[in-house]
């Protein structure tokens, strides 16, 4: 069950998906909660509040994630590239809406919360072309540039909450083998 500030968000980030952030406005929010506008601030501060909180979540997610793909160490870069292309085919059929925030709704955020973000997202970044370049010293992956290779990899991920809305009938799981065949079929030596 879950509670009425997650239910808040939820319905926020869904709206925020469909009509975008500025067009979205708390009394939108309010009817699709089925609560009074007003009864809307007893849960939370502010759209602002909304946007951080549902974005921040994300990067989080997918810090948390690197975090804990890179403490393997017993894994070949081939093997953590694997991981992460799974880590965000998982986070997007687990939060579709929220991820589909992550292409554009991100330019609203204001600061604190908007530094906290790049940071987080240029942290992860750099640690994915980390495992492309420790690839292509291993020989595992092609001489392709490397960032090249992450706009390409992150390009399919980033908007796959676009087609996987319209494709839900895929198995997780055959969703991450394909698409991790695909992805690193075109790198792979």
């Known amino acids: 069950m879950q509670s009425r500030k997650e239910v808040i968000r939820s319905c926020a980030a869904r709206l925020f998906r469909k009509k975008g952030y500025n067009a979205t406005s708390m009394r939108d929010i309010a009817e699709a909660v089925g609560i009074k506008a007003a009864s809307i601030y007893n849960h939370i501060k502010s759209k602002q509040e909304l946007l951080e909180d549902l974005l921040l979540m994300m990067a989080h997610l997918f810090s948390k994630g690197m975090e804990d793909i890179n403490r393997s160490s017993s894994l070949s870069s081939e093997q953590k590239l694997e991981r992460l292309i799974a880590l965000h085919i998982r986070l997007t059929v687990e939060n579709t809406d929220a991820i589909a ?3 554009g709704e991100w330019v609203h ?3 604190p919360a908007r530094e906290e973000y790049l ?5 992860y970044e750099n640690q994915f072309k980390a495992i492309i370049d420790t690839g292509k010293t291993e020989g595992l992956f092609k001489e392709i540039d490397t960032e090249i ?3 390409s990899t992150l390009s399919t991920l980033r908007w796959l909450y676009s087609w996987y809305s319209k494709n839900r009938q895929y198995n997780i799981v055959e969703l991450e083998r394909q698409m991790t065949q695909c992805l690193i079929a075109g790198i792979k030596r």
């Not at 940071?119 to 942290?123: F, G, I, Q, S, W």
């Open 109 to 111: 955020l204001k600061s």
């Open 119 to 123: 940071v987080l997202r240029e942290t």
């Open 149 to 151: 290779i992450l706009f």
């Open 101 to 103: 925030l992550v292409a």
